[in-house]
């Protein structure tokens, strides 16, 4: 099975400020991988897959990139909305997610 | 728009079984894999279970394997999951969950449902 590990598990950041998480999978898994957002008590949110592509109404400052075992997850210029927790997602074999990185203020 | 809405969740005593599901709208439901992803109380996402577009293919997380079984209606636009010999740790909120693609057996998963809880206590 594919292992996802996510850093750091929890962040503390300002509105403005740059934000940069990180995924590394257990083995390579191309361009395979997804970034979640969720908020407490809600259904997480698709913000980016095949590593780089953004979804459909998820706003520009968030961008992915990466390929093969490493993953980065950037929000330039944090807004009071992005406050949440974000997953890494492999789909090269079957389903996995990552730990989950606490954005907190 | 899409909608998914889950229900069958509650409190059901550890080795009884529980059946979920999952009413999908707004989109063509059986040109899509569906998936199960749970999460417990306090803690991450988990992968539970995928069913293809056509329900031909199955795959399960290996903590339920043997004991969960995932099934979809495509004449009724409705999936399942049938939870037998339940554990304490399969307590968690259930989300189901559309395939963006559709061959792919491990998403990513582009719509969710709003998630029903399971507590599975004496």
């Known amino acids: 099975d594919i292992q996802m590990t996510q850093s750091p598990p929890s962040l503390s950041a300002s509105v403005g400020d740059r934000v940069t998480i990180t995924c590394r999978a257990s083995?390579?898994?191309?361009?395979?991988l997804s970034w979640f957002q969720q908020k407490p008590g809600r259904a997480p949110k698709l913000l980016i897959y095949?590593?780089?592509s953004l979804q459909r109404g998820v706003p520009s400052r968030f961008s992915g990139s990466g390929s093969g075992t490493d993953f980065t997850l950037t929000i330039t210029s944090l807004q009071p909305d992005d406050f949440a927790t974000y997953y890494c997602?492999?789909?090269?074999?079957?389903?996995?997610f990552g730990g989950g990185t606490k954005v907190e203020i | 728009q899409v909608q998914l809405v889950e229900s069958g969740g509650g409190v059901v005593q550890p080795g009884r079984s529980l059946r979920l599901s999952c009413a999908v709208s707004?989109?063509?439901?059986?040109?899509?894999?569906m998936h199960w992803v749970r999460q417990a109380p306090g803690k991450g996402l988990e992968w539970v279970a995928v069913?293809?577009?056509?329900?031909?293919?199955?795959y399960y997380a290996d903590s339920v394997k043997g004991r969960f079984s995932i099934s979809r209606d495509n004449s009724k636009n409705t999936l399942f999951l049938q939870m037998n010999s339940l554990r304490g740790e399969d307590t968690a909120v259930y989300y189901c969950?559309?395939?963006?693609?559709?061959?792919?057996?491990?998403?990513?998963?582009?719509?969710w449902g709003q998630g029903t809880l399971v507590t599975v206590s004496s």
């Open positions: 969950a559309k395939d963006l693609y559709h061959t792919s057996h491990g998403g990513p998963f582009d719509y």
């Open positions: 707004g989109f063509t439901f059986k040109s899509h894999g």
């Open positions: 069913v293809s577009y056509d329900g031909s293919e199955k």
């Open positions: 083995q390579s898994i191309s361009d395979y």
């Open positions: 095949a590593a780089s």
């Open positions: 997602q492999q789909s090269y074999s079957l389903a996995a």
